[in-house]
């Protein structure tokens, strides 16, 4: 039984290959205010493809989910994306997530995309945790 976590690995052979790790600058704005969310090139190679997505959201203070949008993510899992945060955006600790799109990221069903035709090969179940980053929502 293979263990395979996060987004997991090809079928020739190479280790699990997880989405890079984003940061948000600044990590403080008021509404009005720019804030960019960017991640480095992975060090493993994840073979987004071509078209890749990327999925950004922001949950403001009270639970109102203010930004969900979709952006372009190279096939490394690079990408950078600014967004201005909305004026309705509730004062207080933000949260911030960015998740490869439509990909099947972090496999916690038993079933990764990533693996198909891989034939008698099975997957252990584990658990994920989405990636957050706190924004810090002033006036």
Request: charged share 15%; proline share 9%; with cysteine.
């Amino acid at each position: 039984v293979a263990s395979i976590p996060g987004c997991a690995s090809s079928t020739d052979g190479e280790p699990p290959c997880f989405p890079p790790a984003y940061s948000l600058t600044p990590t403080t704005a008021a509404p009005g205010q720019s804030v960019t969310v960017a991640a480095p090139d992975a060090d493993c190679n994840p073979r987004y493809g071509k078209n890749a997505r990327i999925q950004v959201s922001v949950t403001d203070a009270t639970g109102v989910q203010v930004v969900r949008t979709t952006t372009a993510m190279n096939d490394a899992g690079g990408f950078t994306y600014t967004f201005v945060v909305p004026a309705r955006t509730a004062v207080g600790d933000a949260a911030v997530t960015a998740v490869p799109y439509n990909i099947d990221w972090c496999d916690d069903t038993g079933r990764n995309n990533r693996v198909a035709g891989a034939g008698d090969l099975r997957l252990a179940l584990v658990s994920c945790v989405l990636p957050m980053k706190g924004l810090t929502v002033t006036r």
